[in-house]
Structure formats: structure tokens, C-alpha cells
């Protein structure tokens, strides 16, 4: 069972209370896009076994995307972040680094 | 002008807690920016309650004013006092980026009343929410789902909680708490 605290009612949520919304900070490619990027967005996503960033709505509670940083193999969460940013913040990348030497996920380290 | 119903007219059902329609009560959401501190001294000033803090809930006379979101308050008062309301938070907050609606026949309320442990548990049944009192302490509001509808909780005393849902599950909601508190069916976990 997956728990994530909602940031912004900070509340431990439990898995069946969010809405799942699939991977992280996506750059969107739409018209007047190469057909290339437009695919890399629309299609291309990351499957890792180990450090993953995804976005959550807390459906049944405040309503708000939030943005997760969990490990898929251990259900381990790194921690949770405002949905108003377009790159994990530093304290969770330094709580992924403590736990996880040297991981990398598409461009982020 | 018709005569304004709840959605089960006040059923009751007796278990190891009580669970009872609420009957009518008022409800109105106010939406806005809690950051806009012009927004938040008018609302307290035209209801005459604080905008609560994360969760929290603020009370004064017959209204209370629960936190539901970072941008969402819902005002809980006297059924028919609720459209009074909302036109005040309309002319007072004129200028003011908001939203006030009286939501008060699209929702319905139960009382779940008991021993303290006795309510904890009927609602710890139907919903994936850590309901310790250390973490869901009297006061406090927690929106969550019961069984598979959403709903708002707090507990007014440690014996009596408040549940809130959507008035189109009101039947589904009173069967579920009835169900979970049948005698004998305690977990006796808290
Ligand atoms: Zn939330």
C-alpha cells in the first residue's frame, strides 16, 4: 500500500484516495511541434525499476495535483512536492541521493 | 416557495454508535486566495469568524467555518440562514476574486454518536484515514472517502463525529455507517 502526504492539506493519503497522473514534469509539444517531439510526448515514458517522479491529484480530499518522488521497486517515497514546478527541488533530490547514491532520471541526478 | 427537504428526513439507526440524517443544514463554499489577506479579513469580518487554519475549523455563535482546501472554505449554518450568508459574502467580497455558492440541497450530514472509541471505529471501517485520535484529533477536518464516495469528517467531541457527502449518495452513505456499526461487529481497535 502506497501512502503519499498531500502538500498541500499534509495529510498521509492513502493510495486509494488520489487519482494517479502518471509520470513528471512532461514538457508538452503540441502544434507547430516536429513530429519527433510530439511523439516523445505523447508516447515516450519512462518504466523504471528504482527512482521514479510522478504526478497524483488528491481526488478525494483537496482536489490538488501534487508531484511524488517514490522508488517502484522498494515503494519506498522520497518525498512529495508542489505541482508548481517544472524539476524536483533540491531537498528531494538530496533525500533520493542519500538513499540512493548516484541515481539518475532523464536529465535529473 | 417549496418546502425544503433532506435528503432522508432525519433516519436513524442504533448500533454500537447512533447514525442520523442531519436534517437540514446550511452549507455554503466560499473559494478564494488565502494568500490575499484583503479576502481573509473580509470574510472573517462578514461572518465573524477566522479563516481556519490548515484542517482546522473556526466556531462562533451557530456557523463554523471549516477548512476544506487551500483555497476552499465551507460555512457551516442554519439551513435557512445560508442564502443570507452568501448574499452578504457576495456584496462584501465585490471586487474581491471569489466564489460563494450555497451548496446546502446538494449535500447531506450525519451525526455518528457513541463512545469514543465506538465512533472512531464504525468510520475507521469505511475509510482508509488514520483516524487516531494523535493524528484526527477533535476539530479537525479530514476529507477522505467512505467505502467509495467522498466525504468530509470531523469529530465535534471525542463521542460525536460529523460526516458530510454528497446529498445524490445520502442513501449509500446512511447504509454504509449503518452497516458498520452493527452490534457486535466492533474491531476494538481503538
Ligand atoms: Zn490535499
Known amino acids: 500500500m502506497l501512502i503519499l502526504k498531500c502538500p498541500y492539506c499534509g495529510v498521509a493519503c492513502d493510495e486509494t484516495e488520489l487519482d494517479a497522473g502518471g509520470e513528471a514534469h512532461l514538457t508538452r509539444h503540441g502544434p507547430g511541434s516536429s513530429d519527433n517531439a510530439f511523439e516523445e510526448y505523447m508516447f515516450m515514458r519512462e518504466n523504471p525499476r528504482g527512482v521514479h517522479f510522478e504526478r497524483w491529484r488528491h481526488a478525494y480530499g483537496c482536489g490538488k495535483w501534487f508531484h511524488a518522488a517514490r522508488n517502484t521497486s522498494t515503494l519506498e517515497v522520497f518525498g512529495t512536492y508542489s505541482a508548481q514546478v517544472i524539476e524536483p527541488p533540491k531537498d528531494i533530490r538530496e533525500a533520493i541521493s542519500a538513499k540512493v547514491p548516484g541515481w539518475r532520471w532523464r536529465d535529473f541526478a | ?190
Open chain 2, 1 to 190: 416557495m417549496s418546502e425544503a427537504v433532506s435528503a432522508l428526513a432525519g433516519s436513524s439507526a442504533h448500533g454500537f454508535v447512533d447514525v442520523t440524517e442531519a436534517g437540514l443544514v446550511g452549507m455554503v463554499t466560499i473559494r478564494g486566495d488565502y494568500g490575499n489577506t484583503e479576502f481573509r479579513d473580509k470574510v472573517a469580518t462578514l461572518l465573524g469568524l477566522n479563516v481556519p487554519d490548515q484542517r482546522q475549523m473556526t466556531t462562533g455563535g451557530t456557523d463554523k467555518l471549516l477548512w476544506m482546501s487551500p483555497d476552499e472554505l465551507l460555512l457551516v449554518c442554519p439551513h435557512g440562514e445560508a442564502d443570507a450568508r452568501v448574499g452578504a459574502l457576495s456584496a462584501g467580497l465585490s471586487g474581491v476574486h471569489h466564489l460563494a455558492v450555497n451548496v446546502s440541497d446538494a449535500r447531506a450530514a450525519f451525526c455518528v454518536k457513541g463512545t469514543a472509541s465506538g465512533v472512531r471505529e464504525a468510520l475507521a471501517k469505511l475509510s482508509p484515514a488514520d483516524l487516531r485520535a494523535s493524528v484526527l484529533p477533535v476539530g479537525e477536518v479530514r476529507r477522505t472517502r467512505l467505502a467509495q464516495v467522498p466525504a468530509a469528517i470531523w469529530l465535534e467531541s471525542e463521542d460525536r463525529a460529523m460526516v458530510v457527502c454528497f446529498r445524490s449518495v445520502a442513501g449509500y452513505v446512511f447504509d454504509l455507517l449503518t452497516q458498520a456499526s452493527k452490534p457486535g461487529s466492533e474491531p476494538r481497535y481503538f
